[in-house]
């Protein structure tokens, strides 16, 4: 019986049904991060929903590019480093916290977030993390669904055609 199901598991899993499988499916929320502009857009109903300024890490390997999966939402997310309070004018990680599985962590470590520090957007300042506007992270965060594709990547290339490369958009 085991050999008979193991294959149909495998295959139910690596799916791109599976909600954390390879790819977006066409028409699926998708976010693209692009660390050459310092731009994130929302990918949604086969088309660029819209397009919003990030800051990115430091340097270029902080903020780790590749697909990945979202795997934690936080509203008021508390800042375990330095032990600050969601909400508190001080957490640097904002109203919202969208945390993705990088380099093989839990959503926790890596994400996109509000900050306190608004004048630090579309620049350079990370220590790894995908910083935006407490009011972009607000109104993005409801539309971002747990198991939502990712990519941080470097590049030139448009966000519609990067979306249609890897199958977000027919």
């Known amino acids: 019986m085991i050999k008979i199901l193991s294959p149909i598991l495998f295959a139910f899993f690596i799916s791109p049904l599976w909600p954390l499988?390879?790819?977006?499916?066409?028409?699926?929320?998708?976010?693209?991060?692009?660390?050459?502009?310092?731009?994130?857009?929302?990918?949604?109903?086969?088309?660029?929903?819209?397009?919003?300024?990030?800051?990115?890490?430091v340097t270029g390997e902080l903020t780790p590019e590749g697909l990945f999966t979202i795997t934690?939402?936080?509203?008021?997310?508390?800042y375990r480093r330095k032990n600050i309070p969601g909400g508190d004018p001080n957490n640097p990680l904002g109203s919202r916290w969208i945390g993705f599985d990088a380099e093989g962590t839990d959503g926790r470590i890596y994400g996109i977030h509000g900050t306190n520090q608004p004048a630090?957007?579309?620049?350079?300042?990370?220590?790894?993390?995908i910083r935006?506007?407490?009011?972009?992270?607000?109104s993005l965060y409801p539309m971002i669904p747990l198991g939502t594709k990712i990519l941080v990547t470097s590049t030139n290339k448009p966000f519609e055609l990067l979306a249609k490369e890897?199958?977000?958009?027919?």
Do not use: H, W
């Open 166 to 170: 890897i199958g977000a958009i027919q």
């Open 132 to 138: 935006t506007q407490n009011e972009v992270i607000t």
């Open 72 to 78: 934690v939402k936080a509203e008021e997310p508390y």
């Open 21 to 57: 499988g390879p790819n977006p499916l066409p028409g699926d929320p998708f976010v693209i991060v692009n660390k050459t502009t310092n731009e994130m857009a929302l990918i949604d109903d086969n088309r660029v929903q819209t397009v919003v300024s990030v800051g990115t890490g």
């Open 120 to 129: 630090s957007i579309g620049k350079y300042v990370s220590n790894g993390c």
